[in-house]
């Protein structure tokens, strides 16, 4: 059993060599942990979020599933079940004060890649559970990429933190990327979307207290991008975008609806605004 058997020996060195260090964290943080971020993610197994961004023992909660999926509220009614992601939104953001949400998609994902497939037979409820859950919760960013398509890659507008608030996307306006990785950003600017409809964190959003963040990482090249609200994509973090990144995602003031509408009276019905 090669699989068992590795992690079986990973845990042996984890023992030797890593062990002392984490029981030492662990003490630090054991009655007062201070986690400033909730990071929601796939469960792509070359996906390490606490590596690539170098966290520690108390620094996040992580959040996996197939898809970095965020349902949307009108999925969690009465009639249906809940997930664990509001439950985690809900631990994060309400029961612990986490200010920043990130939602982070990657390359080459198979979940895409699925619902990419899928897409024209979306409302179709029947097959296995894992096409049955990227159906139910990935409508509204196969929406989101059939506008994309149809206007010819023209900027998308997500909902932002309110109702009131908005912004605009260009998906890889440089054309780098696959088609099934550019409808993977998009799907990663639907989950703030999703998250924003959740009435328990309409009073934080309102108020600034929590902010919501699009990340994608590029397995390939081990680049990550944050969506940079100012410059309308997703930006290479790095040291030359670091600052403006880090003012972006901490102080962005979103146009209102009414900003929108006076800013985009002259533009062409068929714009996706």
């Not at 409809?197 to 934080?204: C, D, M």
Request: proline share 4%.
């Amino acid at each position: 059993m090669p699989g068992i058997n590795k992690i079986l020996k990973g845990i042996l060195k984890y023992r030797e060599n890593i062990r002392a260090t984490m029981v030492a964290q662990f003490q630090k943080v054991r009655d007062n942990p201070t986690p400033t971020a909730l990071f929601l993610t796939c469960m792509d197994s070359r996906m390490l979020p606490s590596r690539f961004t170098q966290t520690n023992v108390g620094d996040m909660f992580i959040v996996r599933n197939a898809g970095n999926i965020v349902p949307h509220s009108s999925c969690c009614g009465i009639n249906d079940m809940v997930t664990t992601e509001p439950a985690a939104l809900e631990l994060a953001c309400i029961h612990n004060h986490i200010r920043h949400v990130i939602v982070c998609g990657h390359s080459d994902c198979k979940a895409m890649n699925l619902l990419y497939a899928m897409r024209n037979n979306i409302n179709n409820a029947e097959g296995t559970p894992l096409q049955k859950w990227m159906k139910k919760h990935g409508g509204m960013s196969v929406e989101k990429f059939n506008d994309f398509e149809n206007n010819g890659g023209k900027p998308l507008t997500f909902q932002a933190e309110t109702p009131q608030r908005y912004f605009l996307a260009q998906i890889d306006p440089k054309n780098k990327f696959s088609i099934i990785d550019k409808f993977s950003q998009i799907h990663c600017l639907q989950q703030l979307q999703n998250i924003a409809s959740h009435e328990f964190l309409k009073e934080k959003l309102e108020h600034n207290d929590v902010r919501l963040h699009a990340m994608w990482f590029d397995i390939y090249t081990g680049d990550l991008y944050l969506f940079s609200r100012t410059k309308q994509t997703f930006v290479e973090v790095n040291q030359d975008n670091y600052f403006h990144l880090l003012h972006d995602a901490d102080s962005w003031v979103y146009p209102t609806v009414v900003q929108k509408v006076e800013s985009t009276k002259s533009m062409p019905a068929s714009h996706n605004y």
